[in-house]
Each structure stands twice: as C-alpha cells, then as structure tokens.
C-alpha cells in the first residue's frame, strides 16, 4: 500500500518564476492538504482540497492555488515566487469518512523548493 | 498561531523513558489530542491520538490529565533513532495547527 507520494523531492527555482508542485495521495483517502515548513519552524497550513474543490485555506496570498484531479491526486501552484517562499512543502492526505475518532493526518516526504 | 504549548528541546539517555510534555489550555470538549514526529528531511509521522482516556500503541504511549488541558507522550525506551521534533495538536475535523514542537535529543 504506497503512501502519500510527492515530487519532484528537490525543485530550485528563480525570483518571479511559476512552479508547480504533485501529490498522490495514500490509498482509500480522498482529502489533500498542503503545509509549508520554513527552516527550523512548523509545518503552516496553505489549504485543503476535498471533491476537487477547495474547502479551507490559510492564511497564504493568491499566488498560492491548487487543484485536485477526480482520482483525488492535487497540485500546489506558487506565482511569481519570491525568496520567501524558499521552504519544504508538505502534502498530506486524510480520509473524510474518518473524522473524529479515527482521524489522521498522512505526509509525504515533502519538496523541497529553493528561490534564488 | 498553535493552540498547544511545548517545551523547545528535551534530553533523553539511550534506553530511559522519554517523557514529552504538552499544554492545551484552550482544547474543547470535541478536540482529540495528537502527537506527531518529524525526523529531519522527511514529513511528519503520526505517532499517538486520544481524546480522554490514556492510550498506548506499538510506538508510544499517551497520558491526558482528567481536565484535558495536558498531556504527556512517553517513549518507553528511547533509541538513537527517536531524535527527531515532536509536535502535540488539538484538532477535531479541522485543519491541523502545528506549533515549533519539541527537539528531543537522544545521546548515547
């Protein structure tokens, strides 16, 4: 059973450039979530897909936007990158049947995206 | 902002008992408590969950105080390998809040 899959596992990229990040999620689950995780901080909730649609965000800007494909797989798009987005991005997949009692959180290994 | 309070960094000898503290001042009735790992370079781990009574699985085990507000992640017997950040959230259905954790160092 494969886990949450992300890639490319290493990504650079150059000021005011696009870039376009994948996740597969694991098995049975149908909800995705992207977290950015500066250096020697916590993960920060960016926003979360479930039925192709985004259904909570946090506090990113718009040049942060995402997408989820019918077999539940996501992209996070970043515009216009700045040095400041230079960080691990985080996918993680849960399942919306499980909330409660069973619920959790399932991250893959992460992309990590460097802004010269 | 996170909802729980870690200490920044604990020390553990190889083979003792880690004992990892957490504060959830402001957990509500639904909230179940989660504790997560992150070794360096790879995503975070889940570990542990409980919403009022102690729990104990094959990784760890989870002591939550009868008024909630905190709770206790134990390592029966620590190795090298569980040096890594713990992280401790309240959550119930919603996104998941992590705060800057707890760096266990396990030393020989």
């Known amino acids: 059973d494969a886990g949450v899959t992300q890639s490319p596992t290493h990504l650079i990229k150059t000021r005011g450039q696009q870039v376009t990040l994948r996740c597969s999620p694991k098995?049975?689950?149908?909800?995705v979530s992207w977290y950015q995780q500066a250096l020697g901080q916590g993960p920060q909730f960016i926003f979360q897909?479930?039925?192709?649609?985004?259904?909570q965000r946090g506090n990113f800007p718009d040049r942060f936007s995402g997408h989820q494909f019918p077999n539940y797989s996501s992209e996070l798009n970043v515009n216009a990158l700045l040095l400041g987005d230079s960080a691990l991005y985080l996918c993680?997949?849960?399942?919306?049947?499980?909330?409660?009692?069973?619920?959790?959180?399932?991250f893959g290994s992460g992309t990590q995206l460097s802004v010269l | 902002d996170a909802k729980t309070t870690q200490p920044p960094s604990m020390d553990c000898a190889e083979g003792r008992a880690a004992n990892l503290p957490c504060n959830h001042s402001?957990?509500?009735?639904?909230?179940?408590v989660y504790w997560y790992r992150q070794i360096h370079s790879q995503g975070p781990q889940y570990i542990i969950h409980?919403?009022?009574n102690n729990e104990t699985n094959e990784m760890a085990s989870l002591i939550i105080t009868e008024d909630r507000k905190s709770s206790t992640l134990i390592l029966p017997h620590a190795t090298l390998r569980d040096t890594a950040v713990y992280y401790c959230?309240?959550?119930?259905?919603?996104?998941?809040?992590f705060g800057p954790g707890t760096r266990l160092s396990v030393l020989p």
């Open positions: 897909y479930y039925e192709e649609e985004e259904r």
């Open positions: 993680a997949s849960s399942s919306t049947d499980l909330v409660g009692a069973n619920e959790k959180l399932f």
């Open positions: 402001t957990i509500s009735g639904n909230e179940y």
């Open positions: 409980g919403l009022k």
């Open positions: 098995s049975g689950h149908d909800t």
């Open positions: 959230i309240d959550n119930y259905g919603q996104n998941f809040v």
